[in-house]
């Protein structure tokens, strides 16, 4: 496919929903997460409210230049990421630029606002900062490995890299998503997918409600206003991703928002029930049983 | 032409005369000397009457009868070309010995005229008896020479001498005596072995006779009196030891090895290579410089008994092996024992006082290079052709010996060198030059280029190139004196002008490795204006180092591949030790080197099983042992690789050297084994060793050298030693790609293999540029350096953005191909080790540029500097190419692949303008570049509207919850970064291999301890050993009496 104007103004489509979505699933994950805690939790709407305040403020402060660029990798990495993928499965206006590279770029591609940030981070100089991105560079390692193997046991198990196809091949009943056609590989992905979410037990890189640290430590106003927007749209690509590799994909909008709300709800549901792990206990756990799922999922294709 | 016998009548005249001239000392030795120039014009003489002639060898008759009835004389070849060496270094000597020779009188001088006659007429007669009595002659002189100063040690080693040479003269008489009793003859000539060893008595005799010729060449352990006699004589006397009285006993052994029979050959053989071995083992415990030179004589020479041994099998070339190594011994060592005599430093650390002047240390090394079998020096043509022999004849064991032993004698030569150059704690007393002791030393310099040069031209070794390589080195050396700013701009003019006029002749995978070499390496020069001044010596080792880079593209035949291979390695030796604590790293890089360049020559030699030629194209045609050639080959370009197991080496060589020498080290020397594999997969194709198919394991190893290397990377405090692992782990994936043998897996490893030159010159400069500025290699000392060094931090980021594959930079399509390709091999396990590497380089890649550019700028680096401007210059043409590469990954990776369709004909890439098609996905570097931009623009300009008007603060201006952070140092945080992962998976680096190395070493240092505990210094002890090892041989000869 070659690129056409239109595909910009697709593109911004999508955009404008996945965001508006995002920020809906923002305020009730923490609700439904609270309700289990026996609080009321905030407001659905409250992303909403925290962006515009953020956005209203009058102080900026800047360290530098990488420091102000941290926030515009970030959101490009988020946008981008969304903007490799197909989101809806069959259609032509939200293909979005998936011309452009297949699943390895996408793969690939979440690193771009994971590194710019960690970059913007570290010339705030904030120790924490730092310590926050040692931190989750270690996660993020450590569960890419069960992530490669499953991706690539899938890769094989369907002869392509292209996501379209991939999807394409789950179609005709629910039996054949590749959830049920190769669950270790599955599993393995789901297990990963705990770590990329950065909920419990895999929260110390954030360690909210703990201590201010990780990234977003020294990020305010307008760029934490910027970072939020991101924290919307990014884990909505994430998902779909995970729909569209293990779930079937989606062939229209209402059927994406259901699979990624219960995809989400996974993560909400692991995250409730567990305490937070320190970061060697994470990467050693990341090592053990994802990595056996991986490594069965490789062996069985 | 003069009658030969005038060697005899010049110098016993002389001898008497001598004792006419009083005490005009001085008139004495210029009349010793007029008489050696005269020995040596007739030498000459019949050298020029033999050669190229088939002239019949002379006789010459004493006496007035015929022999059998009275003793003659030979002239022939061999007799001209050896009286010629003795009597060389007997006027050399004798001039580097003037003062002494002064001081102790006409005595003495006739005592040495009477040693040069003794050589000359052992190498001459064909009697026995006459034989005994000049060796007598002989012995009797050395030991006079060797109280020449008399000291504490040197008079135990004369009596020492005297005792065993007298015994084992005894030995010799006794069977010269027998050989009469059943002969009837005292001439070689006419003495019929089979007639003497028939009878019992006789085939002792001739045992006796033999054994003790052998005994006068040394061999271990009836040796203890001899290494003792090196140690304690004076060095010129040392040095005629060494070269004229072994040289001569060599060829004594070859004339009376007709009378012997195949047993003896072989038990020759066996004597030589055991003592060989066991003495360069012994060598490697030793701290004594003389006692060490005496070790590696005793070595050499064990090493001519084996070639001499080894004639039945050797035929033709015996001669020219044997020679070669001979002369390559006789220049080095009396070179070695002069200079040794000029520095007078009996402990081998205080060498460093040699560096007092330079010409001094350029003739040591020289000498040092000889010695081990480097090119251009005539032992690495011996070398050549011994391995080529031996190898032809099935011998592999005596070849792994061989080599061993050299290896252990590189050991200890590299070892001392290293002092040489860099050992500082040396107490200042340089040594004067004195003409005197100058000149021999540095005529023998230049015969050992000069015959190094004709024993190439013998061996058919023929490169214009390296001809012409070789002069402008020599050029470089002589205007040393320039500054750096023309000889920097001569050497990129030269290698400028290669590539115009070259160009055209080169094609397939040689254009990718032409690029790297001399692109990356004119770029890499260009860092090198950077340095005031001028740079002593650096220039000539650079251009060695590139010369034998573009040596092994120009390679044709097996040979002059190897040639190329060990120039690059002697030059990048040189350059390395320049680093400042580079002393230990360059010693571990030379011996793996080594180690791995005999390996590659062990291959070359069973490949040429059954072949006529040594072009290269041997390899695709490997009769005899293919799979064994192959994993020898494999493994010794690994070793250049630095792939897990042989990788010791690399980090250290690359973190000491030079800001602009790590670059050229690291991004483009270790490219010469990727082109090593490339030429070896290409040629020879998978093989099975056992059952066991090669290119697997390969891939395993390449898979775990990626893990290992990208793992140990991200826990290292210091930046250099950081890019070093990153370098031994990215090679692990050059390793696993060729390991796949398919079009992607190469067209994968190739374009990584570019990319890793690009980003680690980066880098390597980069970070050079960096510690050029601070002064200091650690990361937790430096902070918050992109405010006053960006541009540098510019260069590191893209660099680490490429390292880690992110798109849209040219690193992620290296990735891309990657994961094709292991798709479409079904190699899953070492692909996931492999992509987990990957993931693991983003740990080291953060640590890098956070530590150093981010974080906390430190007190003492707020009034930093930018880099240097020739620093960054090149940094900044590697950047351009690498955009340029992003957006267009069409220009790079279409070429490789129209290069790989010979190969690879199956699963090449499908090019539509910028977009890439394989089998499994799709891939567009352009659009993607676009894209990105687009979104990054696009979110740039809207933050820019909403925080337009953002406050720049200072630096502690942080959150820190109501406390105040007190010092960079504390509020930096750069230590011990991934200490949670290093807990976690601090398993995986343990340094199992490094420990494995250390006990390898420490083991050959115990044994070598042990075994030379037989050397108590007590002379009759030594008498005992040889009675011990007549009867022992003896015994193993005849299996019983």
């Given at each position: 496919m070659?690129?056409?104007?239109?595909?910009i103004?697709?593109?911004?489509?999508?955009?404008?929903?996945v965001?508006?979505?995002?920020?809906i699933?923002?305020?009730?994950?923490?609700k439904i997460?609270?309700r289990?805690g026996?609080?009321?939790?905030?407001?659905w709407?409250?992303?909403y409210i925290?962006?515009?305040?953020n956005?209203?403020k009058?102080?900026?402060i800047?360290?530098?230049v990488?420091?102000?660029?941290?926030?515009?990798?970030?959101?490009s990495g988020g946008?981008g990421?969304?903007?490799?993928m197909?989101?809806?499965?069959g259609s032509p206006?939200?293909g979005?630029?998936?011309?452009?590279g297949?699943?390895t770029l996408?793969?690939y591609f979440?690193?771009?606002?994971?590194?710019?940030?960690?970059l913007?981070?570290?010339e705030?100089?904030?120790?924490?900062?730092?310590i926050g991105v040692s931190?989750g560079l270690?996660?993020?390692?450590?569960?890419?490995?069960?992530l490669?193997?499953?991706v690539?046991?899938?890769a094989?198990?369907?002869?392509?890299?292209?996501i379209?196809?991939i999807v394409?091949?789950?179609?005709?009943g629910?039996?054949?998503?590749?959830?049920f056609t190769n669950?270790?590989?599955g599993?393995?992905l789901?297990?990963?997918?705990?770590?990329?979410m950065?909920r419990?037990?895999?929260?110390?890189?954030?360690a909210?409600?703990?201590i201010?640290?990780?990234?977003?430590?020294?990020?305010?106003?307008g760029?934490?206003?910027v970072?939020q927007l991101?924290?919307?749209?990014?884990?909505?690509?994430?998902?779909?991703l995970f729909?569209n590799?293990?779930?079937?994909?989606?062939?229209?909008w209402?059927e994406?928002?259901?699979k990624?709300f219960?995809?989400?709800l996974?993560?909400?549901?692991v995250?409730?029930?567990?305490p937070r792990?320190r970061?060697d206990q994470?990467v050693?756990?990341?090592l053990?049983?994802p990595l056996?799922?991986?490594?069965?999922?490789?062996l069985l294709? | 032409m003069?009658?030969?016998?005038?060697?005899?009548?010049i110098a016993?005249?002389?001898?008497?005369?001598?004792g006419f001239l009083?005490k005009?000392?001085?008139l004495?030795?210029?009349?010793v000397?007029?008489a050696l120039?005269?020995?040596?014009?007739?030498s000459?003489?019949w050298l020029s009457h033999?050669?190229?002639?088939?002239?019949?060898?002379?006789?010459i008759?004493?006496g007035?009868?015929k022999?059998p009835?009275a003793?003659?004389?030979q002239m022939?070849?061999a007799e001209s070309v050896?009286?010629?060496l003795?009597?060389t270094v007997?006027?050399?000597?004798?001039i580097?010995?003037?003062?002494?020779l002064?001081?102790?009188?006409?005595n003495?001088m006739i005592v040495?005229?009477?040693?040069v006659?003794?050589?000359?007429v052992m190498?001459m007669?064909?009697d026995?008896?006459?034989?005994f009595v000049?060796m007598?002659?002989q012995s009797?002189a050395?030991?006079?020479?060797?109280?020449l100063?008399p000291d504490?040690?040197?008079?135990?080693?004369?009596?020492?001498?005297?005792i065993?040479?007298g015994l084992?003269?005894?030995?010799?008489?006794?069977?010269?005596?027998?050989?009469y009793?059943?002969?009837?003859?005292l001439?070689?000539d006419?003495i019929?072995?089979?007639?003497?060893l028939?009878?019992?008595?006789g085939s002792?005799a001739?045992f006796?006779?033999?054994l003790?010729?052998?005994l006068?060449?040394?061999?271990?352990p009836?040796?203890?009196?001899?290494l003792d006699v090196y140690?304690g004589a004076?060095p010129?006397?040392?040095?005629?030891i060494?070269?004229?009285?072994?040289?001569?006993?060599?060829?004594?052994?070859?004339k009376?090895m007709?009378?012997?029979?195949f047993?003896f050959?072989?038990?020759i053989s066996?004597?030589?290579?055991?003592t060989f071995?066991?003495?360069n083992?012994?060598?490697?415990?030793?701290e004594?410089?003389?006692?060490?030179?005496?070790?590696?004589?005793?070595g050499?020479i064990?090493?001519?008994?084996t070639?001499?041994?080894l004639?039945?099998?050797?035929?033709?070339n015996?001669?020219?092996i044997?020679l070669?190594?001979l002369?390559s011994?006789?220049?080095?060592?009396?070179?070695?024992?002069?200079?040794?005599g000029i520095?007078?430093?009996d402990?081998?650390?205080?060498?460093?006082a040699?560096?007092?002047h330079r010409?001094y240390l350029?003739?040591?090394?020289?000498?040092?290079?000889?010695?081990?079998?480097?090119?251009p020096f005539?032992?690495?043509?011996?070398?050549?052709q011994?391995?080529?022999?031996?190898?032809?004849n099935?011998h592999?064991?005596?070849?792994a010996?061989?080599?061993l032993?050299?290896?252990f004698e590189?050991?200890?030569?590299?070892?001392?060198?290293g002092?040489?150059i860099k050992?500082?704690?040396?107490?200042?007393?340089y040594p004067?030059i004195?003409l005197?002791q100058?000149?021999?030393?540095?005529?023998?310099a230049?015969l050992?280029y000069?015959?190094?040069f004709?024993f190439?031209?013998l061996?058919?070794y023929k490169?214009?190139?390296?001809?012409?390589a070789a002069?402008?080195?020599?050029?470089?050396?002589i205007?040393?004196f320039l500054?750096v700013?023309?000889?920097n701009t001569?050497?990129?003019a030269?290698?400028g002008?290669y590539l115009y006029?070259?160009?055209s002749?080169y094609?397939s995978?040689y254009?990718?490795f032409?690029?790297?070499f001399v692109?990356?390496?004119?770029?890499?020069l260009l860092a090198g204006y950077t340095?005031?001044?001028k740079r002593t010596?650096?220039?000539s080792?650079?251009m060695?180092?590139?010369?034998g880079?573009?040596?092994?593209?120009e390679?044709?035949t097996t040979l002059?591949?190897?040639?190329?291979?060990?120039?690059?390695?002697?030059g990048?030796?040189f350059?390395i030790?320049?680093?400042k604590?580079?002393?230990?790293?360059?010693?571990?890089?030379i011996?793996?080197?080594?180690g791995?360049?005999?390996?590659?020559l062990?291959?070359f030699?069973?490949?040429q099983i059954?072949?006529?030629?040594?072009g290269?194209?041997?390899l695709k045609?490997?009769?005899?042992y293919?799979p064994?050639?192959?994993?020898l080959?494999?493994?010794?370009?690994m070793?250049?690789?630095?792939?897990i197991g042989?990788?010791?080496?690399?980090?250290g060589a690359?973190?000491?050297?030079?800001?602009?020498?790590?670059?050229?080290?690291?991004?483009?020397?270790?490219k010469?084994g990727v082109?090593?594999l490339?030429?070896?997969f290409l040629?020879?194709?998978?093989?099975?060793?056992?059952?066991?198919?090669v290119?697997y394991?390969l891939?395993?190893i390449?898979?775990?050298t990626?893990?290992?290397?990208n793992?140990?990377a991200a826990?290292q405090?210091?930046?250099?030693r950081l890019?070093?692992?990153?370098?031994?782990?990215?090679?692990g994936y050059a390793?696993?790609g060729?390991?796949m043998?398919?079009?992607l897996?190469?067209?994968?490893?190739?374009?990584?293999?570019i990319?890793?030159?690009l980003f680690?010159?980066l880098l390597?400069?980069?970070i050079?540029g960096v510690?050029?500025?601070?002064?200091?290699?650690?990361?937790?000392?430096?902070?918050?350096l992109?405010?006053?060094?960006?541009?540098?931090?510019?260069?590191?980021?893209i660099g680490?953005?490429?390292i880690?594959g992110?798109?849209p930079?040219t690193g992620?399509g290296?990735?891309w191909i990657?994961?094709n390709?292991?798709?479409e091999?079904?190699?899953?396990?070492q692909?996931g080790?492999?992509?987990?590497?990957?993931v693991?380089?983003?740990l080291?890649?953060?640590?890098l540029i956070?530590?150093?550019?981010?974080?906390?700028?430190?007190?003492?680096?707020?009034?930093?500097k930018?880099?240097p401007f020739?620093?960054l210059?090149?940094q900044?043409?590697?950047?351009i190419?690498?955009f340029?590469?992003s957006?267009?990954?069409?220009s790079l990776?279409?070429p490789i692949?129209?290069?790989?369709?010979?190969?690879?004909p199956?699963?090449?890439?499908?090019?539509?303008g910028q977009?890439?098609?394989?089998?499994?996905?799709?891939?567009n570097g352009k659009l993607?570049m676009?894209i990105v931009?687009?979104i990054?623009?696009s979110v740039?300009?809207w933050?820019?509207?909403?925080?337009r008007?953002?406050?720049?603060?200072?630096?502690?201006?942080i959150v820190y919850?109501a406390e105040?952070?007190?010092?960079?140092?504390?509020t930096?945080f750069?230590?011990n970064?991934?200490a949670p992962?290093?807990?976690?998976?601090?398993f995986?680096v343990s340094p199992?291999?490094t420990?494995?190395?250390?006990?390898v070493?420490?083991?050959?240092h115990?044994?070598a301890d042990?075994?030379?505990?037989?050397?108590?210094g007590?002379g009759q002890?030594?008498?005992?050993?040889i009675?011990?090892?007549?009867?022992?041989i003896?015994?193993?000869?005849n299996?019983?009496?």
């Amino acid at each position: 496919m070659q690129f056409e104007l239109k595909h910009i103004a697709y593109g911004l489509l999508t955009l404008f929903i996945v965001l508006n979505y995002g920020l809906i699933l923002q305020g009730i994950m923490p609700k439904i997460a609270a309700r289990v805690g026996r609080r009321y939790g905030i407001r659905w709407y409250q992303p909403y409210i925290d962006i515009i305040k953020n956005h209203a403020k009058r102080s900026k402060i800047t360290h530098g230049v990488m420091y102000y660029l941290g926030p515009v990798f970030r959101l490009s990495g988020g946008i981008g990421l969304l903007m490799f993928m197909p989101v809806i499965f069959g259609s032509p206006i939200f293909g979005n630029f998936s011309f452009a590279g297949d699943l390895t770029l996408v793969l690939y591609f979440q690193f771009f606002g994971v590194l710019g940030m960690a970059l913007g981070a570290g010339e705030s100089g904030h120790p924490h900062s730092a310590i926050g991105v040692s931190r989750g560079l270690s996660q993020v390692t450590a569960l890419e490995l069960p992530l490669t193997l499953g991706v690539i046991s899938i890769a094989m198990q369907y002869g392509t890299l292209r996501i379209a196809d991939i999807v394409a091949a789950q179609q005709g009943g629910i039996m054949n998503w590749t959830i049920f056609t190769n669950p270790f590989a599955g599993a393995a992905l789901m297990l990963s997918f705990l770590g990329s979410m950065g909920r419990a037990p895999f929260d110390v890189v954030l360690a909210p409600q703990e201590i201010p640290i990780g990234p977003p430590t020294e990020y305010h106003s307008g760029f934490l206003g910027v970072l939020q927007l991101n924290r919307a749209i990014f884990p909505v690509a994430k998902l779909i991703l995970f729909m569209n590799l293990l779930y079937g994909g989606a062939t229209s909008w209402p059927e994406l928002f259901i699979k990624t709300f219960f995809i989400y709800l996974w993560s909400v549901f692991v995250g409730v029930a567990f305490p937070r792990f320190r970061v060697d206990q994470s990467v050693r756990w990341f090592l053990g049983v994802p990595l056996l799922f991986g490594i069965i999922a490789i062996l069985l294709i | 032409m003069v009658n030969p016998i005038h060697i005899v009548s010049i110098a016993l005249g002389v001898a008497f005369a001598l004792g006419f001239l009083g005490k005009r000392e001085k008139l004495a030795l210029g009349v010793v000397y007029s008489a050696l120039a005269a020995m040596i014009a007739i030498s000459a003489g019949w050298l020029s009457h033999f050669w190229g002639n088939i002239n019949e060898p002379i006789q010459i008759f004493t006496g007035g009868f015929k022999p059998p009835f009275a003793i003659n004389l030979q002239m022939g070849l061999a007799e001209s070309v050896f009286t010629l060496l003795i009597n060389t270094v007997g006027l050399l000597g004798a001039i580097y010995l003037a003062k002494e020779l002064l001081q102790a009188g006409k005595n003495m001088m006739i005592v040495f005229l009477v040693l040069v006659l003794g050589l000359n007429v052992m190498v001459m007669t064909r009697d026995l008896f006459n034989l005994f009595v000049f060796m007598e002659i002989q012995s009797i002189a050395i030991a006079g020479l060797v109280i020449l100063n008399p000291d504490r040690k040197s008079i135990p080693a004369g009596f020492k001498y005297v005792i065993a040479t007298g015994l084992i003269s005894g030995l010799l008489l006794l069977g010269t005596v027998f050989i009469y009793y059943f002969g009837g003859t005292l001439n070689i000539d006419f003495i019929s072995q089979e007639s003497l060893l028939y009878v019992k008595g006789g085939s002792v005799a001739i045992f006796l006779v033999l054994l003790s010729i052998v005994l006068e060449l040394k061999p271990f352990p009836a040796n203890g009196w001899a290494l003792d006699v090196y140690e304690g004589a004076h060095p010129g006397i040392g040095a005629l030891i060494s070269a004229a009285s072994a040289t001569a006993g060599i060829f004594v052994l070859d004339k009376l090895m007709v009378f012997g029979n195949f047993t003896f050959y072989n038990a020759i053989s066996i004597i030589g290579a055991i003592t060989f071995l066991a003495s360069n083992l012994l060598g490697i415990k030793q701290e004594n410089t003389r006692r060490l030179l005496g070790y590696s004589s005793v070595g050499q020479i064990g090493l001519i008994m084996t070639i001499i041994g080894l004639k039945p099998y050797l035929g033709e070339n015996t001669k020219f092996i044997a020679l070669a190594i001979l002369v390559s011994h006789y220049l080095a060592k009396a070179g070695l024992f002069w200079l040794a005599g000029i520095v007078n430093a009996d402990k081998l650390k205080d060498w460093g006082a040699i560096r007092g002047h330079r010409i001094y240390l350029f003739l040591m090394g020289t000498f040092i290079f000889t010695l081990v079998g480097f090119p251009p020096f005539p032992s690495f043509f011996g070398k050549w052709q011994l391995v080529m022999q031996l190898a032809n004849n099935h011998h592999f064991w005596l070849l792994a010996i061989i080599l061993l032993g050299s290896l252990f004698e590189g050991v200890y030569l590299f070892r001392w060198l290293g002092y040489a150059i860099k050992w500082d704690e040396v107490e200042q007393n340089y040594p004067k030059i004195k003409l005197n002791q100058f000149i021999p030393i540095a005529i023998f310099a230049v015969l050992t280029y000069a015959l190094g040069f004709y024993f190439g031209e013998l061996s058919g070794y023929k490169s214009t190139f390296i001809y012409i390589a070789a002069a402008f080195i020599a050029f470089l050396y002589i205007v040393d004196f320039l500054l750096v700013f023309i000889k920097n701009t001569l050497s990129i003019a030269a290698m400028g002008f290669y590539l115009y006029t070259n160009l055209s002749s080169y094609q397939s995978y040689y254009l990718i490795f032409l690029a790297i070499f001399v692109i990356g390496g004119i770029i890499t020069l260009l860092a090198g204006y950077t340095f005031k001044g001028k740079r002593t010596g650096f220039y000539s080792l650079v251009m060695m180092m590139f010369a034998g880079l573009i040596g092994l593209l120009e390679a044709r035949t097996t040979l002059e591949f190897f040639f190329a291979w060990e120039l690059m390695t002697a030059g990048s030796y040189f350059l390395i030790i320049r680093g400042k604590k580079s002393m230990e790293h360059a010693l571990s890089y030379i011996l793996f080197s080594v180690g791995g360049a005999y390996l590659i020559l062990s291959g070359f030699g069973i490949a040429q099983i059954g072949h006529a030629g040594m072009g290269l194209d041997i390899l695709k045609d490997v009769h005899y042992y293919a799979p064994i050639a192959f994993t020898l080959m494999a493994i010794g370009f690994m070793t250049k690789l630095a792939s897990i197991g042989l990788h010791i080496w690399l980090p250290g060589a690359h973190a000491e050297a030079e800001a602009d020498v790590s670059p050229m080290v690291s991004a483009i020397l270790l490219k010469a084994g990727v082109f090593g594999l490339v030429m070896l997969f290409l040629s020879m194709g998978p093989q099975k060793l056992f059952g066991i198919d090669v290119l697997y394991v390969l891939s395993w190893i390449g898979a775990l050298t990626a893990l290992m290397g990208n793992m140990m990377a991200a826990f290292q405090e210091d930046a250099k030693r950081l890019l070093a692992y990153s370098s031994i782990g990215f090679l692990g994936y050059a390793l696993f790609g060729l390991s796949m043998m398919s079009h992607l897996g190469w067209l994968a490893a190739l374009a990584l293999v570019i990319m890793h030159f690009l980003f680690k010159a980066l880098l390597f400069l980069a970070i050079g540029g960096v510690v050029m500025r601070t002064k200091t290699k650690y990361m937790y000392q430096m902070g918050g350096l992109i405010k006053k060094m960006p541009f540098t931090f510019i260069s590191v980021l893209i660099g680490i953005i490429v390292i880690a594959g992110v798109p849209p930079l040219t690193g992620f399509g290296g990735k891309w191909i990657m994961y094709n390709a292991i798709m479409e091999k079904e190699w899953f396990f070492q692909a996931g080790i492999v992509f987990f590497a990957g993931v693991v380089a983003f740990l080291y890649c953060f640590r890098l540029i956070h530590t150093i550019f981010l974080g906390q700028l430190k007190d003492e680096h707020r009034k930093l500097k930018e880099a240097p401007f020739w620093m960054l210059f090149p940094q900044y043409i590697i950047l351009i190419i690498v955009f340029v590469l992003s957006a267009l990954p069409n220009s790079l990776l279409k070429p490789i692949g129209d290069i790989l369709m010979p190969y690879f004909p199956a699963g090449a890439l499908e090019w539509h303008g910028q977009l890439a098609l394989s089998a499994y996905g799709y891939w567009n570097g352009k659009l993607i570049m676009v894209i990105v931009i687009g979104i990054f623009a696009s979110v740039f300009a809207w933050l820019y509207i909403i925080n337009r008007k953002a406050q720049k603060v200072g630096q502690f201006n942080i959150v820190y919850a109501a406390e105040r952070p007190s010092r960079p140092e504390t509020t930096h945080f750069a230590y011990n970064f991934f200490a949670p992962y290093r807990k976690a998976l601090g398993f995986l680096v343990s340094p199992g291999i490094t420990n494995f190395w250390d006990a390898v070493s420490d083991g050959a240092h115990a044994i070598a301890d042990k075994v030379r505990s037989i050397y108590n210094g007590n002379g009759q002890t030594y008498l005992a050993h040889i009675i011990a090892y007549v009867v022992i041989i003896y015994v193993l000869i005849n299996g019983g009496f």
